[in-house]
């Protein structure tokens, strides 16, 4: 196996896989870096218990300037290799593999000679069919992601709460995460009908780790399943990730269908006032603020209080208010959380009691988004 | 105690001082802020048991937009109140102490009251007389300290050995560090020639503080002396530090007069292959990289190696290259932060023999600033 290549773009693909690896995983071969060299391309692959990342060189680009000599595969220290490939000196680098997994890299004056490992002792990834694909934009998912992660639970009592749900409708892809405390859901039409029977739950840190991946993704993002893995294509890269086992409870009565209070804010402002009250709830044991609404003088009220601290209260002014009067007191940093990932458009609170779930929507579209939070009892 | 300020130019100070101010001190009354204000202006004090941060706002300044009701003095609960003040919604706030010390602050529709201590209990800054100010652009003083503070010991075992050197000869003030295994000296000529007797020892992590305090400054900074503690002044701000007590090793003998061979580089190229050398290093039990010189050829050959990973071997080409052939060995993290102090700047390394230690100075002005690494016995 001999092949010269542009440093930049494989330092590119080296960052991808490497998202994958640990050097904490108790599988030694799993902290090195597979290379496979075939015909016309590079294959590199990083995996962990959890997921694997696999992404491919091109030949026929010709920014990557791939020349391959000889084919073969090799599975390098994957830390190591790659911060000798960021440091090289040149432009381009000449990877080649001699005798017992020596692998020598060259660049500039510069040579190393680093011990590799045989690429047949690395675990193969799953086979998954890709017949009942779900097609979306990338940008859409990513967005679908970042508005269930939040609600997923972190804590590993039951685990299968700490992965977000996703069904499928005829065109309709549901995605909810709850914790027990605070439910998500986002709901997502597909531009075609599938005829997968979707109903798996993928773990929260694989979504979290396959976002950040999508950060400059502007192309459709392509979802296959196995019976205990799932397979995303985006560009030239797959991201597989095993499936959390068992049962995802069902959330579809837990959102009411009515309110009794309802106020409309601008998500920033809201998020500021809870953010400066949660500084006060942080300082006390309970971590709870107050709400009191009186929809007859047009005024929210915010309180936080910590009796070793200090009080703060603000009065706010929603943009639109209706209903019964209310007190309620529910824990800052899911409502924190929860108004953050509405950026700056205006959402709607809508409250059936003080101790009832409440739900916040968008304004708009209120039906594709829908956040629940439960209130705490403080009296 | 009663005033208002706009806010930016409070989160300023508060900025400052805080890095004065930790959470860990085991004297209660040091995690709080202490406010002073005074006729016209308002003073900050953050301290710990090493340094101690004095800051001023002045109502001269139409920026600050100081207005004060009355005057006194409270200590607040210094991460908690600037986290209240980063946060507030409004461009001015305002400051009232009530009874019982409880301190209120307004800004908007905000309203944060919360729980302050007497400044009787706060602790008193030392009283230092300025008749022998030392003063420099400050700039200047940034780039001595460093130069200096890499070499300074990271071990408690030689407490003197922890700080910076300062003696003054006349006009020149010389700043040495030294952790036994590599030492740092630089030479600085002061605009007037000072009476005071400067013989000091500032702690490094004090010096690094302040030098980040310098980032922006662009005036003088004034260096002036009490029996066991040091002053800086500079713009609105005085910083404190405590001196280390015991007699500095004199080190004037340790700087080699002589050389057998000589380098010269630019540092940013041998940095490169120094580093790159240490990846290798780092992976074997001795972290020891060598240089093998060839002056008849031309050529410096730099290697690194790790009988588990693998080796490195890269030829350098040097600028200039006279003396005697040799083969040295020594850690090239000493080297590594050597010569980052040079920026882009081209150095010239001279060496005596492969046990002594070389010196690495700037090939112009070579006689204000020397660094000097022992080697490792390889053999």
């Not at 006032?273 to 009186?294: G, M, P, Q, W, Y």
């Amino acid at each position: 196996m001999k092949f010269s290549i542009n440093r930049a773009s494989f330092i590119k693909a080296l960052n991808i896989v490497q998202r994958a690896i640990s050097s904490k995983t108790t599988i030694p071969i799993l902290t090195g870096l597979k290379l496979d060299v075939t015909g016309n391309n590079i294959m590199l692959t990083g995996s962990n218990a959890d997921i694997s990342i696999q992404t491919t060189i091109s030949g026929d680009n010709p920014d990557n300037d791939l020349k391959i000599s000889s084919t073969g595969s090799i599975v390098l220290p994957a830390r190591f290799f790659s911060e000798i490939v960021k440091k090289l000196p040149d432009t381009e680098l000449v990877v080649e593999v001699g005798d017992n997994f020596q692998t020598n890299i060259k660049s500039g004056n510069s040579e190393f000679t680093i011990n590799g490992l045989d690429a047949n002792g690395y675990p193969h990834l799953p086979e998954i069919s890709t017949d009942n694909s779900i097609d979306l934009p990338a940008e859409i998912f990513k967005e679908v992601i970042g508005q269930t992660v939040i609600a997923v639970s972190k804590q590993e009592s039951r685990p299968i709460l700490t992965g977000v749900h996703f069904t499928l409708d005829q065109n309709q892809l549901l995605a909810v995460a709850t914790d027990s405390h605070r439910l998500s859901q986002r709901k997502v039409s597909l531009p075609a009908e599938s005829d997968g029977a979707y109903n798996i739950v993928i773990p929260g840190d694989s979504l979290k780790e396959l976002s950040h991946m999508l950060d400059s993704e502007k192309e459709q993002i392509k979802m296959d399943l196995s019976e205990n893995q799932v397979m995303f294509n985006f560009g030239a890269t797959r991201f597989y990730s095993r499936l959390l086992e068992g049962m995802y409870p069902d959330t579809s009565r837990l959102i009411p269908d009515s309110s009794a209070t309802k106020i409309q804010f601008s998500a920033p402002d809201l998020l500021a006032a809870v953010e400066r009250a949660s500084l006060l709830s942080h300082e006390s044991r309970n971590n709870v603020i107050k709400l009191t609404i009186k929809p007859n003088d047009k005024v929210v009220t915010i309180t936080g209080n910590s009796p070793d601290v200090g009080k703060v209260e603000e009065d706010l002014q929603p943009k639109e208010i209706s209903g019964e009067d209310l007190e309620i007191s529910f824990n800052p940093d899911y409502m924190k959380e929860a108004l953050r990932v509405f950026g700056k458009s205006d959402v709607e609170v809508a409250f059936t009691s003080a101790l009832r779930p409440f739900t916040i929507t968008p304004t708009e579209n209120d039906h594709e988004f829908i956040q629940l939070i439960t209130p705490v009892r403080t009296f």
